[in-house]
């Protein structure tokens, strides 16, 4: 029994077996928590700005510790590392792996499901489905356009759909050559860092929402495999306090 209350603000949850949430952050910080075999409250916000109260960006995930704040999924893991030492492993080179996958995998998630027309219709009935009409017709195409622009300043889309993706089964090539055979992604006993940040992007392009980037990554088999053992050694090691589950509307922000 843990001596800390934790309560995870996020978004809903998308409902799917295996997948905590759409956000890749929300769900290294899961598996994170789930490894430090902590009970945890999880408090639902219909968008990120429901918690701006905790993160004046209008961020999530933001994880209470007995009240404290802490926003940035990498400075959550860095402090549950902290507090449960041993958890993970968090070394130099996991923490690079890290920043890899937070970076440079992300940008591929985002251009994944806002950017790729394959998947859009998909994103957009996910994110606006139950919103108003004019907020799916109107409203929604322009945060679809502000989200391309800023993956052009960030030269993931600024080549365009077919170099994007060309990059893309580069470096899924490249990280399947890396994939360890057995074991986790920087050797040693422990599941890292480096294993809940790249599992969290990776993953999360293993939804019904970005079917071509799933199926690439299908054709990955060491890295699919790896993939699958980090998934079962993550998804069950602690309980959440489901009991105390809670749902913010977006007037809570």
């Not at 945890?40 to 704040?69: C, M, S, W």
């Not at 998947?119 to 929604?140: D, K, M």
């Not at 800023?150 to 990280?175: K, N, P, S, T, Y």
């Not at 040693?188 to 990554?217: E, K, N, Y």
């Amino acid at each position: 029994m843990s001596e800390n209350k934790f309560v995870l603000c996020e978004l809903e949850d998308p409902g799917l077996p295996g997948v905590e949430s759409y956000s890749p952050f929300c769900l290294k910080v899961h598996r994170a928590l789930r490894l430090a075999r902590v009970p945890y409250e999880r408090r639902h916000g219909a968008r990120p700005a429901t918690f701006k109260e905790y993160n004046p960006l209008g961020q999530v995930p933001v994880l209470l510790v007995d009240g404290t704040i802490m926003t940035d999924s990498t400075d959550i893991l860095g402090c549950l590392g902290a507090l449960r030492p041993g958890a993970f492993a968090a070394d130099a080179e996991s923490w690079l792996w890290e920043e890899l996958a937070d970076t440079t995998l992300n940008g591929f998630l985002v251009a994944a499901r806002w950017a790729d027309e394959r998947n859009w219709p998909r994103t957009r009935a996910a994110y606006f489905g139950g919103a108003p009409w004019f907020v799916r017709t109107l409203i929604a195409p322009r945060i679809r356009q502000g989200v391309i622009d800023r993956l052009i300043a960030r030269d993931v889309w600024r080549a365009g759909a077919e170099r994007c993706w060309q990059r893309f089964e580069a470096l899924l090539d490249h990280l399947d050559a890396r994939a360890p055979e057995r074991g986790w992604w920087c050797g040693g006993r422990t599941i890292s860092v480096a294993d809940l940040a790249l599992f969290a992007q990776l993953h999360s392009l293993r939804t019904p929402l970005t079917s071509p980037q799933a199926d690439a990554l299908a054709q990955r088999k060491r890295l699919s495999a790896w993939l699958d053992r980090v998934h079962e050694g993550t998804q069950c090691a602690a309980p959440i306090d489901s009991s105390a589950s809670s749902s913010y509307s977006a007037a809570a922000s």
